[in-house]
Nanobody, 114 residues
């Protein structure tokens, strides 16, 4: 079993920054795909950014140039640096990882005020 624990969410004004962290613990042989998703009430969960074990990175068009995903394999941690935040970035952000079994974190709320 693998547990994913997110941190770093909170309330920030538009134009501000936040850094999300997600630490994986438990029985981990290796973490392949790691990603951040977000969800607002009434909408589908959407992919924000992803990074593979070979460091291939992709972003949703809505966050390109503002968000940066990175990972520290030694710490089993994935990060999401979010800059120039907009009110439409408000959502619960979820960490996702595969071992290759898929795991989800419990989510962390990000609220961007205008």
């Amino acid at each position: 079993q693998v547990q994913l624990v997110e941190s770093g969410g909170g309330l920030v004004q538009a134009g501000g920054s936040l850094r999300l962290s997600c630490v994986a613990s438990g029985t981990i042989s290796s973490l392949y795909h790691m990603a951040w998703y977000r969800q607002v009430p009434g909408k589908q969960r959407e992919l924000v950014a992803s990074i593979t074990d070979s460091a291939y990175i992709s972003y949703a068009d809505s966050v390109k140039g503002r968000f940066t995903i990175s990972r520290d394999n030694a710490k089993n941690t994935v990060y999401l640096q979010m800059n120039s935040l907009k009110p439409e970035d408000t959502a619960v952000y979820y960490c996702f990882a595969t071992t290759p079994i898929a795991y989800w974190g419990q989510g962390t709320q990000v609220t961007v005020s205008s």
